[in-house]
């Protein structure tokens, strides 16, 4: 399976500031038809996930522009260029190319300093 | 709006059984895989199983083969996960999500297996 390694696991941020979240897997995430399936996940609390960025660099529908995701292969990066107040919650990423199964990272805890 | 509910949780003694249920509105549901995750607190986001649009594959998690059992109505635009023979390690929030690349997730049912 390939595991998916997060870092860091806390990252306190000041508003207004950027604030970057790592994503390390351990196998090459390019599928065989040519496309990356790296996704990123926000779950404020006691809310379900939502689904920021798919194949890596792809905003879903109503997500601002502050967030973008980037990297290949191995290595993967979301960055949050301003961080407001609602940004708070855990952030997960996913990888949906080598399955079964699909597999997460531990996720990264956001919190305002 | 695309909205999924799921339905089914409760508290189970190990070795029980329990369906889960998963009711899906506004999006053709039969276009769509759907898959089902779990949450826990120790060991976060868990991929469980998933199924063809027609139902004709499936997929499930190693710890999950041979006790569990995806299934779907289209027709009733519902997702089940029957779940036999549970365990303590059972114990979590499970979501019902849509598609493979689980854009859109359900608030989730709480399964607590204890005795």
């Known amino acids: 399976d390939v595991v998916m390694t997060q870092s860091p696991l806390s990252l306190p941020v000041t508003l207004g500031q950027p604030a970057s979240i790592s994503c390390r897997s351990s196998q090459s995430l390019v599928y065989r038809d040519g496309n990356t399936y790296l996704s990123w996940y926000r779950q404020r609390p006691g809310q379900s996930p939502r689904r920021l960025i798919y194949k890596v660099s792809n905003r879903d529908s109503g997500v601002p522009d502050r967030f973008s995701g980037s990297g290949s292969g191995t290595d993967f990066t979301l960055k949050i260029s301003r961080v407001e107040a609602d940004d708070v919650g855990i952030y997960y990423c996913m990888q949906g190319s080598h399955r079964p199964p699909w597999t997460f990272g531990q996720g990264t805890k956001v919190e305002i300093k | 709006e695309v909205q999924l509910v799921e339905s089914g949780g409760d508290l189970v003694q190990p070795g029980g059984s329990l369906k889960l249920s998963c009711a899906a509105s506004?999006?053709?549901?039969?276009?769509?895989?759907m898959t089902w995750v779990r949450q826990t607190p120790g060991k976060g986001l868990e991929w469980v199983a998933n199924?063809?649009?027609?139902?004709?594959?499936?997929y499930y998690v190693d710890s999950a083969k041979g006790r569990f059992t995806i299934s779907r109505d289209n027709a009733k635009n519902s997702l089940y996960l029957q779940m036999n023979s549970l365990r303590a390690e059972d114990t979590a929030v499970y979501h019902c999500?849509?598609?493979?690349?689980?854009?859109?997730w359900g608030p989730g049912t709480m399964v607590t297996v204890s005795s």
């Open positions: 999500a849509r598609g493979v690349g689980i854009d859109i």
């Open positions: 506004g999006f053709t549901f039969s276009s769509f895989w």
């Open positions: 199924i063809k649009e027609d139902g004709t594959d499936k």
